[in-house]
């Protein structure tokens, strides 16, 4: 994969909309899916509101986030109401957050946020802006990528160093079991995902995820058997081969999952 991008595609006279020109054809030229494994994705026309990019084999469709930095905690996106409807829509892109050296041209890291990983509790509200703003009242979000667990960044380009196709592949379809779920139904299955990667260790006991029952049960006050709760996630992550059963009260974090 070729992470240098043409200096000639530079044809505005602002920075920010040179960088979003320069990385929007590098990734139309460059980037396969991370979905199917189709080798390019095209260019969806310009300024269409829901996503940048698609994958004329399997359909999906991704939003492109460039920065200079790298991503931290949280990144700035648009309206929060548009961003939440979108989150139950049928056409809710995946995520592809590009970080570039501004200085060589090129790309330095890149991960997909498939949408399935998206949902209300990842999507923090702002302020709206003050009655003196040009667009006084306007409430914009962040997103919450802390809140995202481990397996739901799939990197492509890691360090400068390109990921093979079939292991962004592979990693891609050990969590699309997330797509099968009602948005209420993955946020408990993503934050049981984060506390079996917070153990740390491929193996783990089931009494090593009751360790974050407090977290849990802060999160989701209303529940009142957090337990019964942990063990119904880790079921379901068992039939859909995310962890494997070991023996009574012992898992391990199925390899491609990580």
Not at 2 to 22: D, I, M, P, T, V
Not at 25 to 35: E, H, I, M
Not at 124 to 137: I, M, N, Q, V, Y
Not at 182 to 204: N, T
Request: proline share 4%; net charge positive.
């Amino acid at each position: 994969m070729k992470l240098g991008f043409e200096e000639e595609q530079k044809k505005y006279n602002s920075g920010s909309q040179n960088a979003r020109a320069l990385t929007e054809t590098w990734a139309a030229a460059s980037l396969f899916c991370p979905a199917c494994g189709h080798s390019k994705l095209s260019k969806f026309e310009n300024n269409r509101p829901a996503a940048d990019l698609y994958c004329t084999s399997c359909g999906e469709e991704f939003e492109l986030k460039s920065q200079k930095r790298k991503f931290g905690k949280k990144v700035v996106d648009g309206a929060y109401e548009s961003l939440v409807s979108r989150l139950v829509s049928a056409n809710n892109p995946n995520f592809v957050f590009l970080n570039y050296d501004p200085v060589e041209l090129c790309v330095s890291n890149l991960f997909i946020v498939p949408k399935h990983f998206f949902i209300p509790e990842i999507i923090e509200k702002r302020k709206p802006l003050a009655s003196t703003a040009r667009r006084a009242g306007w409430i914009g979000c962040n997103i919450l990528l802390n809140n995202i667990p481990d397996s739901g960044r799939i990197f492509i380009v890691k360090n400068r160093a390109p990921i093979s196709r079939e292991s962004v592949v592979t990693k891609w379809k050990r969590t699309s079991f997330l797509k099968n779920q009602s948005a209420q139904s993955r946020g408990w299955l993503l934050e049981v995902m984060k506390c079996v990667e917070k153990v740390g260790e491929p193996k783990f006991k089931l009494k090593d995820v009751y360790a974050f029952e407090e977290n849990l049960s802060a999160i989701y006050p209303n529940n009142k058997n957090v337990k019964a709760k942990i063990r119904q996630q880790l079921q379901y992550l068992r039939d859909s081969g995310y962890i494997n059963f070991l023996e009574r009260g012992m898992y391990e974090l199925n390899s491609g999952s990580s």
